[in-house]
């Protein structure tokens, strides 16, 4: 079910209305989905959320997620504005997953993912649950066609490439190859403890690209992976999952990871592959409110998505 955005939601600090003291709630525009305004320019940021986590409940997870999308908005809004001036952000509201019907709820997310694209949007898609991706991917490759070939970077501690009788948060990637040969797979920040030796076999059997938590953190040999990765798909879509990053960073997640990525390092991956130009789409999952601490995930969140879009705009690594 589609429900409006909240413009309560974006409120905080004014240290002023010059352009040099605006933050991002000053900035941020609502509008329902059905009513979007025509862009006046290239680089509009369209934020969805999809309050769901169905498919962590069906997969045995700590439930919660499904609050995160308007609990980062919140921490968003008071951030400062350092994107171009000629940047546009609206807030076109959240799909909700009602009754645990998961299924439909990713079909309509995609409904609205291939809306946003059409109209020249670049779609931001906040989470719920990692299975919030499938959605993604829907819409993306409906905007798309059947023709182009299309890349997908998961910043991830998992595969998500599980076999199970129903959709869940760590089928995705499984139900998108096996659907999809026009698709490829890259996963950066794998974890050894996170994945069993049956999943490890699947990815070598769907021929992912994947490299390793202590990989990635070399990140001039990470960034050649992701070039060569970019440069072999026409598009490509990110999906950025938070149980990748350190659980001292990031400790309201269903599954924590010790071994995690540091959030500087999730930062320099966002900043860069932000400037692809064949970059469609974004999104971020499993921040889950229920089991932060004092908001620390959800402030990372935040922090990131600003870091993102920041450098959509103007930041070189």
């Known amino acids: 079910m589609y429900r409006n955005a909240k413009e309560n939601l974006w409120v905080g600090r004014k240290d002023g209305v010059d352009k040099a003291s605006l933050r991002l709630h000053q900035r941020v525009q609502c509008y329902p989905i059905d009513h979007l305004p025509l862009s006046d320019t ?44 000629d940047s546009n952000i ?17 079909r309509e997310l995609g409904l609205y993912v291939r809306e946003l694209l059409y109209q020249s949007k670049f779609p931001i898609i906040l989470g719920g649950g990692h299975e919030t991706l499938f959605g993604h991917y829907l819409g993306a490759r409906a905007f798309l066609g059947d023709e182009p070939s299309l890349g ?23 139900q998108i190859l096996d659907k999809d040969h026009q698709v ?19 990815a070598e059997a769907y021929h992912c690209t994947y490299l390793y938590e202590e990989e990635v953190e070399k990140i001039e040999q990470t960034i050649q992976v992701i070039d060569r990765f970019s440069q072999t798909y026409d598009y490509m879509i990110l999906t950025l ?12 997640v269903s599954a924590p990871s010790p071994f995690g990525l540091e959030p500087k390092t999730v930062r320099k991956l966002l900043r860069y592959i932000a400037k692809k130009e064949n970059l469609l ?24 998505l600003a870091e993102l879009m920041m450098s959509m705009s103007d930041y070189k690594l």
């Open 241 to 252: 999952c938070f149980d990748a990053i350190h659980l001292n960073a990031a400790p309201g």
């Open 152 to 174: 997908i970077i998961n910043i991830d501690a998992h595969f998500d490439l599980r076999v199970e009788p129903f959709a869940t948060s760590g089928t995705m990637f499984k």
């Open 90 to 106: 609206i807030d076109v509201g959240n799909v909700v997953c009602e009754d645990g019907n998961l299924e439909e709820s990713q």
């Open 42 to 85: 290239e680089k509009e940021i369209a934020i969805i959320g999809f309050q769901c986590d169905e498919g962590v409940k069906r997969n045995k997870g700590r439930i919660g997620a499904g609050k995160a999308p308007d609990e980062i908005r919140k921490y968003l809004a008071n951030l400062p504005y350092h994107l171009e001036e």
């Open 281 to 304: 789409s974004f999104d971020l999952s499993e921040v889950n409110p229920q089991l932060d601490e004092n908001g620390k995930t959800a402030r990372l969140a935040a922090y990131l």
């Open 184 to 202: 490829g797979y890259l996963a950066l920040g794998i974890q050894r403890f996170g994945n069993t030796k049956k999943l490890f076999e699947t």
